[in-house]
Nanobody, 119 residues
Framework: QVRLVESGGGLVQAGGSLRVSCAAS????????MGWLRQAPGKEREFVAG????????YYTDSVKGRFTISRDNAKNTVALQMNSLKPEDTAVYYC????????????WGQGTLVTVSA
């Protein structure tokens, strides 16, 4: 089974950019659709972006469209989320997840990485 480890979180000012990455172990990584989800303090976890196993299809929640870009490299077993024009409301723990479909349910989760956007 695939194992996921996120990295790249941190503190950034509003309007800035940050890239979070997810490294996967296991030969089955290319078979999974991948997603980035986030959970802000006091809020439920929400879907942010997803990418199909081939990388041919991507999906975004409305609040990040045009600002975030999800990508994957199956040769390197990685998936990334490039976040531009960050807003304070993007502050959350970001989780990388793997599943049979982008719509979920997700079967494997990373430990999360904290992204903090200051005003």
């Amino acid at each position: 089974q695939v194992r996921l480890v996120e990295s790249g979180g941190g503190l950034v000012q509003a309007g800035g950019s940050l890239r979070v990455s997810c490294a996967a172990s296991g030969r089955t990584f290319p078979r999974y659709d991948m997603g980035w989800l986030r959970q802000a303090p006091g809020k439920e976890r929400e879907f942010v972006a997803g990418i199909s196993w081939s990388g041919g299809s991507t999906y975004y929640t409305d609040s990040v469209k045009g600002r975030f870009t999800i990508s994957r490299d199956n040769a390197k077993n990685t998936v990334a989320l490039q976040m531009n024009s960050l807003k304070p409301e993007d502050t959350a723990v970001y989780y990388c997840a793997a599943g049979a479909t982008v719509a979920g349910p997700y079967e494997v989760w990373g430990q999360g990485t904290l992204v903090t956007v200051s005003a």
